[in-house]
């Protein structure tokens, strides 16, 4: 029986969501139908809706969710209808290149797809529709690869937990599994958004020294100072680095993380570490940009350049383990979670993240 549910459909770049019923396609065999409970409307979005990062319509957005399997396809072995899973921005086959070497935040059942995400859905014009990232999170229900899903146990509450699979990820991945942060040691941070916040709490945990950030919206800053920043530079008014290396005996800080997304700030996240310090970059804005950095400081200095792609975390692990961390109070979703919308208002959430009104505003679903 064709499963039909809505879905707030990207028909075109730049245009207003289309919020359509979609008959779902049959099920491949080794994916599963997720019922979305909550999808948080990612800062990335505003880029795909834009159409900076190419993204082919129809398709639907949304590349991190939270849900209840309601079906699996007949090859299925490693998920069961019934159970609560998060769907994260990447999938661990388990069997590619990059996952038999341990790096499966580089799964090639996401990233050599080249951009062109499977079809999921069936608009009522007969177009057929795509999930971009593989997820489709703006959907009443989604049609995922069974290694992008990922059971999990917690009383929190969906929209908490939808945030494991790219805010959290990405923002405590960097500090403890890819700058691998000291206590003690000087940071700073280029953008107080999702991410930049959750690494500043991600911080607090790995008992950081000075924590600078860096983020030109007053509201931003004053959150960050509230988890436990430091010093909060406006760059519309400081010197940035200048201040930065004031901050830090002169030298810069031990480890910068940028996300933030332009080439400025990336660069001034590699500028503003110490010789020998490590940048984690996680930011991007428009895909074919380009990053120009200073030979000197970069080859001769030793500084390390760093990526984050989804926090370079094993999702079969970290996700439970984060989500234990929410619960004992260690992170804090409260403060990052700025509003939930109903699927009908996917545009509204859009305005307000393309705006910086929300941190992250998730769309939640009541089945
Ligand atoms: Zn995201
Ligand atoms: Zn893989």
Redesign the pocket.
């Known amino acids: 029986m064709t499963v039909r549910g809505k879905a707030g459909v990207l028909r075109a770049i730049g245009e207003p969501f289309s919020i359509e019923a979609v008959d779902m396609l049959a099920l491949d065999p080794k994916r599963v139908l997720v019922r979305t409970h909550a999808s ?1 409307f ?3 979005d505003v880029k795909n809706w834009k159409g900076q990062l190419y993204k082919i319509p129809p398709t639907i957005l949304g ?2 969710s939270i849900g209840e399997v309601v079906e699996v396809g007949s090859a299925v072995d490693q998920v069961r209808v019934g159970q609560r899973v998060v769907v994260p ?1 990447t999938p661990e086959c388990g069997r590619c290149y990059y996952c038999a070497i341990g790096e499966p935040w580089q799964c090639g059942e996401l990233f050599d797809l080249g951009g062109i995400y499977p079809d999921v859905a069936r608009g009522d014009d007969g177009a057929l529709i795509s999930c971009a990232g593989c997820v489709g999170g703006y959907a009443e229900y989604m049609s995922i690869s069974e290694n992008q899903v990922f059971p999990i146990e917690s009383d929190l509450p969906s929209e908490t937990l939808s945030m494991l699979g ?2 959290i990820t ?1 923002g405590v991945g960097s500090v403890f599994n890819i700058a691998k942060v000291q206590p003690g040691e000087s940071v700073t941070i280029v953008g107080a958004g999702h991410v930049g916040l959750w690494i500043v709490q991600a911080l607090r945990l790995a008992g950081a020294g000075t924590v600078i950030v860096v983020e030109p919206n007053a509201a931003r800053r004053e959150l960050a100072g509230s988890l436990g920043a430091d010093h909060l530079l406006d760059p519309a008014v400081d010197d940035s680095l200048v201040r930065v290396r004031e901050l830090t005996g002169g030298r810069g800080a031990d480890v910068a993380f940028e996300a933030a997304g332009p080439a400025a700030s990336q660069e001034l996240a590699v500028r503003a570490v110490r010789r020998g310090g490590r940048t984690v970059l996680s930011g991007f804005e428009i895909g074919g940009a380009e990053l120009v950095l200073p030979q000197v400081e970069t080859a001769l200095q030793s500084r390390r350049i760093l990526s984050s792609q989804n926090g370079q975390v094993h999702m079969r692990s970290d996700l439970q383990r984060y989500a234990g961390m929410l619960e004992r109070g260690l992170l804090d979703g409260a403060p990052i979670l700025t509003n939930t919308y109903p699927l009908e208002q996917l545009d509204l959430a859009r305005e307000r993240s393309g705006s910086y009104t929300d941190v992250c505003g998730v769309i939640v679903f009541d089945h």
């Open positions: 948080p990612c800062s990335t590349h991190a921005g790219c805010g990405t």
